[in-house]
């Protein structure tokens, strides 16, 4: 990737489809700049990726467009989010900023130093975080004007075993934890999820992960947007921390897609 290439790719998917699978925690790559203000060695470095990247992530949500009926669009974060955390609130609204993970990480996930403490975030933000969360706003604003409504579905996963970073991490682990918005998230979304997700195992609300990612312009504002994050427990799919797909991915891609086909009507 060049130093002027977008940070991320916006994928198109049916014209006639209001669903937007948002995947931004599926990469590792590093910019050689960004690594440069990155204090952990070459090796502790590799292992903190392997703790922090929604692995194979990236990959479900492509097999899910491809066996959706409607295919969906996606929006897909190319670096990793220790460059800067895309779906974190830029400000002091952030409560991971306790733990060192704000917009831009200082702390690892296991609460070790991976910038300096006085680290000045604005640098990076202003070259990764403001043109995605731009370009996220306006993909959503694209398909608003096609189709008058947007589903925006976060494709992340979560580890079986808490790390040490987690706020929430004492709570249930279910094998899909569905992230929700009061405002966002109506009930009928959640209810299709649980469905769509049911042979996969068990599935629970808001616990170890809570929110969904809506872009800040239509955050609490546009009831247009609705939104669900979908966090698929890692053991479900692939041996931990970083290892290879297992048969769980063709059917987690085939309850995502069973997903998109609900909500897209």
């Known amino acids: 990737m060049t130093a002027d290439a977008p940070s991320f790719t916006f994928l198109p998917g049916d014209a006639g489809s209001p669903v937007i699978l948002h995947v931004p925690h599926s990469a590792r790559e590093i910019p ?48 990793s989010r220790l ?18 993970m704000g917009a831009v990480y200082t702390r690892t996930t296991h609460r070790e130093p991976l910038r300096p403490e006085d680290t000045d975030p604005e640098p990076l933000l202003a070259r990764y975080f403001r ?11 694209e398909r608003l004007a096609a189709v008058g409504r947007v589903v925006v579905v976060d494709v992340h ?44 195992g068990d599935t629970g609300l808001d616990s170890p992960f809570a929110g969904t990612y809506v872009p800040l312009e239509y955050y609490g504002k546009d009831p247009r947007v609705s939104a ?29 897609a069973a997903l998109v086909d609900a909500v897209t009507g």
């Open 228 to 256: 669900l994050m979908v966090e698929i427990r890692r053991d479900t799919y692939m041996s931990e921390p970083c290892g290879p797909a297992g048969p769980g991915l063709t059917r987690l891609a085939s309850a995502l």
């Open 83 to 100: 460059v800067v955390d895309p779906e974190r609130f830029p400000d002091e609204r952030e409560e991971m900023l306790a733990a060192g």
């Open 131 to 141: 043109p995605y969360a731009r370009a996220m706003a306006d993909a959503v604003g």
């Open 157 to 200: 996963s979560y580890p079986a075993a808490p790390l040490p970073y987690e706020l929430h991490g004492d709570g249930p682990r279910p094998a899909v934890c569905l992230g929700t918005d009061g405002f966002h998230t109506p009930p009928e979304l959640a209810a299709a999820a649980r469905t769509a997700f049911g042979e996969i």
């Open 32 to 79: 050689q700049e960004v690594r440069a203000g990155i204090v952990l060695g070459d090796g502790a470095l590799e292992r903190e990726l392997d703790h922090i990247t929604d692995t194979h992530t990236a990959r479900i949500a492509e097999e899910a467009a491809r066996l959706a009926g409607a295919a969906p669009w996606r929006f897909v974060n190319r670096l």
